[in-house]
């Protein structure tokens, strides 16, 4: 069983930056495809980034060339550094971690983009 836990989460305001963590248990991280989702209240939730076992990204075009997902698989890390954040941001992002049929989440972190 592989559980997932965000961290990093808060305030910030427009303009500012925010470092998501998300931290895997188990044994076999490496070989998963990890992503950040978000989701904000009435929407539905939307892919923000993934990243595959090779290191191969994607990022909705909302946040190219602001957000930055990499990974740690020593360490059983994703992580993704949102730069140049706009309220439009605000959201619970989830961390995912998915391959073949294992399909994991985590609980989420509140990001809030505001003055």
């Known amino acids: 069983q592989v559980q997932l836990v965000e961290s990093g989460g808060g305030l910030v305001q427009p303009g500012g930056s925010l470092r998501l963590s998300c931290a895997a248990s188990?044994?076999?991280?490496?070989?998963?495809?990890m992503g950040w989702y978000r989701q904000a209240p009435g929407k539905q939730r939307e892919l923000v980034a993934d990243i595959t076992s090779g290191g191969s990204t994607n990022y909705a075009d909302s946040v190219k060339g602001r957000f930055t997902i990499s990974r740690d698989n020593a360490k059983n890390t994703v992580v993704l550094q949102m730069n140049s954040l706009t309220p439009e941001d605000t959201a619970v992002y989830l961390c995912?971690?998915?391959?073949?049929?294992?399909?994991?989440w985590g609980q989420g972190t509140q990001v809030t983009v505001s003055s």
């Open positions: 188990g044994s076999i991280f490496s070989i998963f495809t």
């Open positions: 995912n971690g998915h391959w073949s049929w294992m399909d994991h």
